[in-house]
């Protein structure tokens, strides 16, 4: 190993080593201001107003309310439709839920795109960009709540997904599944002024809930905050997602990146020196040269 | 070497050098052809569709699997068995053990040509692939994820890749100087390359610690991405063998006396690595699953298949590694390496597709036109690779 390989070697690394910036997750404790909204499913009374304000919304496919017998089937939502509301029978008579991007706190879809295109905006929605979107679905592979859908047919296909309606936040409006829900059971705000009322309700009825609000820390705590009155588990949800934020589960492995890239390197070029035995340097020259043993 | 350096009429003596290079040699009608060129015709057809009509109407893609075949075999298990030319380069350049040189270059062609067709192969799956340049230009760099780092080194290491090799193609092409300098940056090109390779083969495993609670317990550990790495090792080894094996047989009269003896002795070395590597691999399985209490978990359907991999797949090709070796039984390590690659494939598999949302009750199986198109990315690697072998001197001569 003479200098010139070394600086060779060192060069190259250095325009390998990615630059690796922002890759902490956020403190435990969320501190910023984030719009969501709080489902309360003792209110909803299925009417599915929101499925079809929504879909207005975005132009997506527009359920037939009153004649698709859909509350018959639990349904997912799709690349037509942002946001489904479910009917469960349950201990307390039927539960509906609805059902749309839960807009995390430190989202997984976004720690996995590699371009950005999926973003936790400022404000709290998190947003898809089609000029960025390459069309992996990693998100869709990352996102614990299976939420980002894919076009699977079409030449230009995009990840489809509630955005909060981002755009009429921007204007100063409510989502518009807020705003057409007439039993009163979403409320759009800030997520720590609806913590305080979802807590509210909760402790002022203490036989009506059950004593846990979904989305305060699943996930490391989502948008949407939802009250119930029978166990999670049994209206559609995942209990057993944890409250780790999903950047958690790879920093630890990004953060060793720069080591390897620059110890690595390191501990091969000396390696390297110590297997140079001297019976060898005579011939070294040939067969780092010709790269066959002579 | 920049492009005003080259004299005009060299490139163009280049340009008809490469013209007759690009004629075929040879019968044209052999098993191989006639079984490999009505496919490549059948998945462009397929491929057509595909970007007409979108990845729905030649896939069983879903929203529960958005990962299929062209990621979890093509890409995944591409590059996993694509290891064998960093750990050659180790093996052969890092520690000098120069009993391996003669098939270091076979190698590092068989590694560059499978990033290029099976991480390739990524470009057909992805649903707006115009845009695969944003992670590496632009203004849209995701730091936070572990598929950034992967894109970034999938190139990188394609290009070491191609550094490594391009002394061969400068020889061929008959560019002594640049050959030289080229041959002269080997060692740091290496070195970038095992590092790089290092951390991107542990990075596509790392992009599952991101499905932790769709991956069934049995194959999800937070130590995936030592795993990956860790069985990109034998993998490749079992695959130089595998390779080495079919390449003796098809390119006999390529290949000198010397090296076609010298070749007992590698693969009984090479045998030897991989049954280490795959008993340190055994080891880890078994101190993650002893520390995950998982002992409940292996009652059941899935328990089983589990049991299959890990003791079918590798502990017992392991133990064939280490008998044939100790025995100079060369069948036995063979069947030991096709146990071997099988055992990666499988593995990346269960943890893409099939241990991936187990819960789900509508499971993800490929269609035929997912395999056509894998099949087609195959021959079209073999073709390149046939070709190159016949025409650049990557095997040794001797």
């Given amino acids: ?268 070029l000396a390696l390297n020196t110590l297997t140079d035995r001297k019976d060898e340097l005579r011939k070294s020259d040939e067969w780092t040269e010709s790269g066959v043993e002579k | 070497m920049s492009a005003a350096a080259i004299p005009s009429n060299e490139l163009i003596r280049f340009a008809k050098f490469f013209l007759q290079e690009l004629k075929p040699r040879g019968k044209w009608i052999t098993p191989f052809n006639v079984i490999s060129i009505p496919i490549i015709l059948l998945g462009l057809v397929i491929l057509y569709f595909r970007f007409t009509r979108g990845l729905g109407s030649v896939t069983n893609l879903s929203q529960q699997y958005p990962f299929g075949f062209w990621i979890g075999f093509d890409v995944m298990t591409g590059v996993a068995l694509a290891g064998g030319a960093y750990v050659l380069c180790f093996v052969v350049y890092v520690l000098r053990l120069e009993k391996y040189h003669s098939v270091l270059k076979v190698t590092i062609l068989n590694g560059l040509l499978a990033y290029i067709f099976y991480s390739g192969a990524l470009v057909l799956d992805l649903g707006r692939p115009w845009h695969i340049v944003n992670p590496i230009i632009g203004n849209s760099f995701g730091y936070n994820s572990v598929l950034f780092l992967v894109a970034w080194h999938f190139l990188l290491y394609t290009g070491a890749l191609f550094l490594e090799f391009s002394p061969t193609i400068a020889e061929w092409a008959h560019w002594e100087k640049l050959r030289k300098l080229l041959t002269s940056m080997t060692l740091g090109t290496v070195i970038v390359g095992i590092t790089l390779s290092m951390l991107h083969q542990s990075g596509i495993g790392a ?63 090479l045998g030897k690595g991989a049954a280490i590597t795959m008993f340190v691999y055994y080891f880890f399985l078994a101190f993650i699953f002893m520390h995950g209490e998982k002992w409940k978990l292996l009652n059941g359907p899935w328990g089983y298949w589990y049991l299959v991999e890990v003791i079918g797949f590798v502990l017992i090709p392991c133990f064939m590694f280490a008998y044939g070796v100790r025995n100079r ?42 395999i056509v198109v894998t099949l087609m990315v195959v021959f079209l690697e073999v073709w390149v690779f046939r070709w190159v072998v016949t025409r650049m001197s990557v095997f040794s001569k001797e």
Avoid at chain 1, 112 to 119: D, E, H, I
């Fill in chain 2, 207 to 269: 992009m599952f610690l991101m499905a932790k609670p769709k991956i069934h317990p049995l194959w999800y550990s937070e130590y995936i991405p030592l795993l990956y790495f860790v069985s990109s090792i034998f993998g490749g080894l079992a695959m130089v063998i595998f390779e080495g094996t079919i390449s003796a047989k098809v390119f006999s009269d390529l290949i000198g006396a010397k090296t076609h003896h010298s070749h007992e002795d590698i693969i009984l070395g």
């Fill in chain 1, 1 to 268: 190993m003479d200098r010139r390989q070394f600086l060779m070697a060192s060069a190259t690394v250095c325009a390998g080593g990615v630059p690796n910036v922002n890759i902490k997750a956020d403190d435990a404790k969320e501190t910023k201001e984030f719009v969501g909204v709080l489902v309360d499913t003792t209110r909803c009374i299925g009417c599915r107003s929101c499925e079809v304000a929504c879909s207005e919304t975005h132009n997506n496919y527009v359920p037939e309310v009153t004649s698709d017998n859909a509350l018959e089937n639990i349904r997912d939502t799709s690349e037509k439709q942002f946001t489904v509301v479910n009917r469960y029978v349950t201990e307390k008579g039927e539960v509906f839920v609805k059902k749309q991007c839960l807009h995390c706190w430190q989202p997984a879809c976004a720690a996995a795109c590699l371009v950005n295109a999926m973003l936790k905006t400022k404000e709290g929605p998190v947003t898809w960009d089609g000029d960025k979107c390459m069309g992996c679905r990693f998100c869709m592979i990352s996102c614990p709540f299976d939420i980002p859908k894919f076009e699977y047919s079409g030449w230009n296909p995009r990840i489809m997904k509630c955005n909060m309606c981002y755009e009429r936040l921007q204007e100063g409006k409510k989502p518009a599944c807020v705003e057409s829900c007439p039993a009163d059971a979403l409320m759009f705000g800030q997520k720590r002024e609806l913590m305080e009322i979802a807590r509210h309700r909760v402790y002022s009825h203490p036989d009506k809930y059950v004593h846990h609000i979904y989305g305060e820390n699943e996930a490391g705590g989502t948008g949407w905050l939802y009250l119930s009155a029978v166990p999670f588990n049994q209206i559609g949800f995942r209990t057993d997602l944890g409250t780790t934020p999903y950047p958690e589960y790879t920093r630890e492995f990004l953060i060793s990146i720069p080591l390897i890239e620059f110890g690595v390197p390191a501990f091969l």
């Fill in chain 2, 329 to 370: 039984r060369f069948g036995v390590i063979r069947v030991a390496a096709i146990m071997t690659v099988l055992g990666v494939i499988l593995n990346r598999q269960n943890v893409c597709l099939i241990a991936y949302n187990w819960y789900v009750p509508n499971k993800y199986y490929p269609s035929w036109q997912e």
